[in-house]
Nanobody
């Protein structure tokens, strides 16, 4: 059974930084691509970033490119999202997700397993 557990969310002022972590267990983590999504109240779940199984390829949504960085440590079964220059519009519940696919990583439909989410609130 795959388990994904996010941590690191919280309240931060605009312009600040947070680092989200996602701990994975249950199968060979290094074989799967990982993604981060976010969902604000009343809105759909949106793509934030994704990373290939090896970590050599990364993808970002236009709204976070240049501010957020996704990374992974396969030895520790961890994936991270470093978020800098945060804005109030970044306020949402952030989810990590895992997939066996290597394409279409910006779509939530590509992912098979999800964490429970961690709240990020950015105050103005």
């Amino acid at each position: 059974q795959v388990q994904l557990v996010e941590s690191g969310g919280g309240l931060v002022q605009a312009g600040g930084s947070l680092r989200l972590s996602c701990a994975a267990s249950g199968r060979t983590f290094s074989s799967y691509a990982m993604g981060w999504f976010r969902q604000a109240p009343g809105k759909e779940r949106d793509f934030v970033a994704a990373i290939s199984w090896s970590g050599s390829v990364t993808y970002y949504s236009g709204s976070v490119k240049g501010r957020f960085t996704i990374s992974r440590d396969n030895a520790k079964n961890m994936v991270y999202l470093q978020m800098n220059s945060l804005k109030p519009d970044d306020t949402a519940v952030y989810y990590c997700a895992e997939t066996s696919l290597n394409a279409g990583l910006a779509s939530p439909d590509a992912y098979h397993y999800w964490g429970q989410g961690t709240q990020v609130t950015v105050s103005s």
